[in-house]
C-alpha cells in the first residue's frame, strides 16, 4: 500500500482495535479465552484476545488475524457484536474497538499457540475482573448467543462434528443456564429435519449408547431458501 494523503490531517486521530469474545464449549460450561494483557494501561491484568486494526486492514481480516495467531485456527464462526465508543473506555488513548464474538470446537485449536501467547480458558462461572470495558463486552456477547441461538444452529460450531442429543441438548441448557425437557427439545429438533443419523453409538456413558447425529447443512440453508423459520 502506497503512501496514502492525508485529506483529514486538522481532525482530531484515534486508534481503532478488534476485542474478540472467543468463547468454547466443554461439557458442562461456556468457556472464554482470556490473557494477561501485555502492554499499560492494565499491564499483567485479564484482558480479552484483541489487536489494533492495522492501516491498511479490514476490521474483520484483524480479528481473523488475531484468532489465527493464538489459536492457530481459520475460518472460525465468529460475527460482528458492535462497536464500543465510550470517549473515556480506554485510559490508554483515545480508542474504539469493534467487538467480535467467536465460537471454538475446544480439542480443534492448537494448545501450543493458546500457551505461547499466556492464553487461558475460564469458565464463565469462575471468570476474574476483565480489563477497560470487556466484562461489558462479555455480557453483551452472551446475550447475543442466546438470542441467535433460538433461530439460527449456531451452537453446532461449539460441538464436535459427530453428536449424540443427549450431548445437543446439554450444550443448549449451558446457553440458556437452565434446564430444558429432553422429550419436547429432541422433538423440536428433530422435527426441523437439519440432523442426519447416523450407523454409530457413543457408548461412553452407557453399555447401550446413544446414536451420534451431524448437523445438516445443506439442508438447512435449503430450508431457508425455501422460506422456512427457524425457532428452538
Not at 18 to 23: E, H, N, R, W
Not at 75 to 101: H, N, W
Not at 143 to 164: D, N, V
Request: glycine share 6%.
Amino acid at each position: 500500500m502506497g503512501q496514502r494523503k492525508d485529506y483529514y490531517a486538522g481532525n482530531d486521530k484515534m486508534y481503532v482495535a478488534t476485542d474478540c469474545i472467543v468463547l468454547g464449549y466443554s461439557t458442562d460450561s461456556l468457556q472464554l479465552l482470556i490473557f494477561p494483557r501485555k502492554v499499560e494501561p492494565h499491564k499483567g491484568e485479564w484482558s480479552l484476545i484483541g489487536s489494533f486494526v492495522k492501516e491498511d486492514e479490514h476490521v474483520r481480516d484483524a480479528a481473523e488475524r488475531v484468532l489465527k495467531e493464538i489459536t492457530g485456527l481459520e475460518k472460525v464462526f465468529f460475527e460482528q457484536l458492535r462497536t464500543y465508543g465510550d470517549a473515556d473506555r480506554d485510559p490508554g488513548a483515545r480508542c474504539i474497538s469493534v467487538a467480535q464474538y467467536a465460537l471454538i470446537r475446544l480439542g480443534e485449536y492448537d494448545h501450543r499457540l493458546v500457551e505461547e501467547h499466556g492464553a487461558y480458558w475460564y469458565k464463565l462461572e469462575d471468570l476474574p475482573s476483565l480489563v477497560l470495558d470487556h466484562d461489558e463486552l462479555v455480557r453483551d456477547a452472551l446475550k447475543e448467543l442466546r438470542r441467535k441461538a433460538r433461530y439460527q444452529p449456531i451452537g453446532f460450531e461449539l460441538l464436535p462434528e459427530k453428536f449424540t442429543l443427549p450431548q445437543l441438548i446439554n450444550l443448549y441448557e449451558v446457553i440458556y443456564r437452565k434446564k430444558l425437557d429432553p422429550r419436547n427439545f429432541r422433538k423440536k429438533i428433530l422435527s426441523l429435519k437439519v440432523l442426519t443419523k447416523l450407523d454409530e453409538k457413543d457408548k461412553s456413558t452407557s453399555k447401550k449408547g446413544a446414536y451420534l447425529y451431524k448437523f445438516n447443512r445443506e439442508k438447512y440453508h435449503q430450508l431457508l431458501e425455501s422460506g422456512y423459520h427457524f425457532e428452538l
